[in-house]
């Protein structure tokens, strides 16, 4: 495949730009996207001409999407902004109606972005991924793809390996992989990027990273929402395709690569790909231990009574799960026999993501009473709150025998840092705006996470893999529906 040769990043200035969103009416653009390019131009960011294209496939009704946006801008991150502020957003924001795949539907798009011609272009679809196929075609049709054209991808790109290949084949019909952006917004969270910096810019960590003192490493993804109003593609995806394959693989990936010899797009995703090329895929023998799949049921979620996700979805025999845990294995020489736990689920007690690196335990213990000395520990909590905790043991204060126990130090990120954090998709539209790709998923990533997913769901077929029933509101599957051999999965959760 053709690798981009060089990072941009630092070399590519702000140029004007128009900005032409698909699915520009949809939930997302509505809550992230149009509010990310709000925030970035309020903090000057954006002080160069551009335009915000919403595609719509109704009849445009301006004064109908603009009630819709207007609560999205004015109040995030519990600060009110003002409705001059919005307005001159606003302005730079244009309503257009085209379908997907019809020449003639763009004649309006083609005329406003003529007018601007040298600004380049970027293209959001922000679109159910079958679409992306045929948005390409026209949007080539109509010359409407040139050199300095970008596309940017959201996921789920695909439903499996082949027919994320078949978008894919589509998609570079018309643009190079240079010019492609796939998102995954969890890359884009200060404290995944973080996690470079304490990686990479910190002796202490990277010395002790590897098999010899790390014993498992825990990614977590707890959501208290259910699948709110997104039933029929939820149904489809489940909790492995929309969040194990994107987001917790790329956390994985962060946590486990080596180090890149620059900071430059290519170097770390060329890590990232030996990661994802090492994970020990599920077969038949492992799936029924190391991994569950999961479904809620009726319960409470922050004290009110819920549906359970089969009501939730008005499906009443679907199999989709809405709680997946695996343990994994990166098979090389830093993390040999060191099990990755990986976990996400739907209407779970409460929002709560972190990464836990547990350390070893000290290979001997001096002190007399011989207490247990908990492992250190590392925890990278990316929400709700931001936080860095080193777990140490410390000396109880007092006279006599040494007794210890536990203490975190704490890294706030909101103690030390006042500022406004921005949005996951701010930093990532103004990488794209940009030209950096170091955030951003590359074609042979993906197809390396989808083979390795793909050993799960075809295990999971083949093993006939029931869902364990957990109620809304709590952890997830319990100790007493577990084997013994399973409790790994419950054992390690922390409140
Ligand atoms: C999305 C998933 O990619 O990530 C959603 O499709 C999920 O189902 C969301 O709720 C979680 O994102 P965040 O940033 O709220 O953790």
Redesign the pocket.
Known sequence: MKATTKNQAQTERFQPFNIVVFGGDGDLSIRKILPALFHRDLDGQLNIPYNVVAITRKTPDIKGFQEKLIPFLEVSDHHKYSRAEIDKFLQKVHLIQAENSNTADYKDLSAFLNQFADYQNIYYYSTPSSAFGPITQTLKACGLVTATSKVVLE?PLGHSLASSDAINAEITQAFDEHQIYRID?YLGKETVQNLMVLRFANNLFERAWNAENIESVQIT?A?S?GVEKRASYYDQSGALL??VQN?LLQLLCLVAMEPPVLLEADEVRNEKLKVLKALRPLNKKTILKDTVKGQYTRGKSNGVQVNSYLEDIEKYDSKTETFVAIKTYVDNWRWKGVPFLLRTGKRMIKRY?EIVINFREVKHNIFPSKEKLNNNKLIIRL?PEERIELIQMTKIPGPGGYRYKPIALKLDYNDSFKERFPE?YERLIIDVIRGNQTLFMRQDELQAAWAWIESVTSSWKAANMPNVLYEAGTWGPGDDILNDDETWITKTWRE
């Open positions: 996921k917004h993804v959501e929402l929309d969040m987001h993501s929400q996951a």
